[in-house]
Nanobody
């Protein structure tokens, strides 16, 4: 089992920045492909970003490409999502998820093995 706990959400103005973190406990963290997803009110959960177990490869949704950066520190069992140039449409609950292996190019909601409970990010206009 892997337990995931997100933190760092909050209220930020449009154009601002925020970094959310996801701390993992339980099984060894490093073999897992990690992903960030988000769910806005009334919408389905959607993919945001993914990172390979080594941190050497990343993948982003088109809507956040160039603004968000995913990274991980395997020594700290933590994955991060740095969010810059935030827009009101980025408002959502952000979830961290882990999958044992697999390609970062096929990170989808139904394929993840473990989920955190989410952290709320609100971007005001």
């Amino acid at each position: 089992q892997v337990q995931l706990v997100e933190s760092g959400g909050g209220l930020v103005q449009a154009g601002g920045s925020l970094r959310v973190s996801c701390a993992a406990t339980g099984r060894t963290f490093s073999p897992y492909t990690m992903g960030w997803f988000r769910q806005a009110p009334g919408k389905e959960r959607e993919f945001v970003a993914a990172i390979s177990w080594s941190g050497g490869s990343t993948n982003y949704a088109d809507s956040v490409k160039g603004r968000f950066t995913i990274s991980r520190d395997n020594a700290k069992n933590t994955v991060y999502l740095q969010m810059n140039s935030l827009k009101p449409e980025d408002t959502a609950v952000y979830y961290c998820a882990a999958r044992n292996g697999g390609s970062i190019w096929s990170v989808v909601v139904d394929d993840m093995d473990y989920w955190g409970k989410g952290t709320l990010v609100t971007v005001s206009s």
